[in-house]
């Protein structure tokens, strides 16, 4: 089925939607994106599009950090991302990738004095990590300090970082790498945050230890406190830790919530399939298909009732 994108200010099937070779965003970087999921719900045979403001917030505020005038506000690029997920017409899991470049055709290293401009697309996708559980490794690259290059800040050139861990994992017949801060404590996965489980306690590091601060992210501790009644505790988390979890699981926007089952070797105790991390797993994805009433605010249906 063709899909649509949304470039230089028109919908466009997505064949057609091309950029220029000179364009300073592919040469540089400099450009913010986001990735939001839309949900396929068979039983009401509605496309849910999960916390689309929420997304569109952070893309806005990630632009302003590389100099950008955003051209649309946040409840005008929900609504360009609603039509184009209309007048794409899928009924199955999608994935949307928004991104705000600067568009000069043009070289030379700066922020400064260039154009900016944002496009959309939308694309059938299923599972980022396709599996039930993953094994994971800690890579020897680390995460970027926030003044390198701001880790909170989704910017399109430093996902190079993020490559490097997913690719050196995946050679060493890993499914996923785990990255460190500079200074040594746990930060992320390559596309994930991380969440440990130990004693029944839920664990994740903090804002301030060069992680992405995400949406997905955001979703699970609330589910866990609302739903769970568990609290979860936001400190630095040290390497060790990850091979004495009970559980351990990623969260993402493309990853969902995956399972882990095994670090570096060291099998966690839950094999993957621990309690908290299974409860939470259908919790997650009830919300996200619109089938819990107490979160429809976080769900933006597609189709006409």
């Known amino acids: 089925m063709p899909s649509y994108a949304f470039l230089t200010g028109r919908?466009?099937?997505?064949?057609?939607?091309?950029?220029?070779?000179?364009?300073?965003?592919?040469?540089?970087?400099?450009?913010?994106?986001?990735?939001?999921?839309?949900n396929w719900n068979p039983e009401k045979k509605q496309l849910y599009l999960f916390r689309l403001k929420e997304h569109y917030q952070r893309l806005i505020n990630g632009a302003r950090v590389l100099k950008m005038q955003p051209k649309y506000s946040t409840?005008?690029?929900?609504?360009?991302?609603?039509?184009?997920?209309?007048?794409?017409?899928?009924?199955?899991?999608?994935?949307?990738?928004?991104?705000?470049?600067?568009?000069?055709?043009?070289?030379?290293?700066?922020?400064?004095?260039?154009?900016?401009?944002?496009?959309?697309?939308?694309?059938?996708?299923?599972a980022y990590l396709d599996m039930e559980s993953a094994r994971c490794s800690v890579s020897t690259w680390r995460r970027p300090a926030d003044n390198t290059i701001p880790p909170s800040v989704k910017i399109a050139g430093m996902y190079v970082n993020n490559?490097?861990?997913?690719?050196?994992?995946?050679?060493?017949?890993f499914d996923e790498g785990i990255m460190l801060t500079p200074e040594g404590h746990v930060a992320e996965g390559s596309g994930e945050n991380i969440f440990l489980v130990k004693n029944g306690r839920i664990?994740?590091?903090?804002v301030y230890n060069n992680i992405l601060v995400g949406i997905t992210r955001d979703t699970v501790i609330t589910l866990a406190r609302n739903e769970l009644g568990i609290e979860t505790e936001e400190r630095p988390v040290d390497r060790v830790e990850l091979y004495q979890a009970d559980e351990c699981f990623?969260?993402?926007?493309?990853?969902?919530?995956?399972?882990?089952?095994?670090?570096?070797?060291?099998?966690?105790?839950?094999?993957?399939?621990?309690?908290?991390?299974?409860?939470?797993?259908?919790?997650?994805?009830?919300?996200?298909?619109?089938?819990?009433?107490?979160?429809?605010?976080?769900?933006?249906?597609?189709?006409?009732?």
């Open 203 to 206: 664990i994740t590091p903090p």
């Open 75 to 126: 409840s005008e690029l929900c609504d360009i991302t609603v039509q184009l997920a209309q007048k794409s017409s899928l009924r199955e899991d999608v994935y949307i990738r928004p991104l705000a470049y600067k568009s000069t055709e043009g070289m030379g290293v700066r922020l400064h004095n260039l154009d900016d401009d944002f496009l959309v697309f939308i694309i059938p996708w299923g």
């Open 11 to 38: 919908f466009t099937p997505l064949e057609e939607a091309k950029i220029g070779i000179m364009t300073h965003a592919l040469h540089y970087g400099t450009a913010v994106f986001e990735g939001i999921r839309g």
């Open 250 to 305: 990623l969260t993402g926007t493309a990853a969902h919530l995956t399972p882990v089952s095994e670090i570096d070797h060291y099998r966690l105790n839950s094999n993957g399939a621990g309690s908290i991390t299974t409860q939470l797993k259908r919790l997650y994805f009830d919300v996200i298909q619109g089938r819990c009433p107490n979160y429809m605010h976080w769900c933006t249906p597609v189709y006409p009732d």
């Open 163 to 173: 490559a490097f861990a997913k690719t050196e994992a995946a050679e060493n017949g």
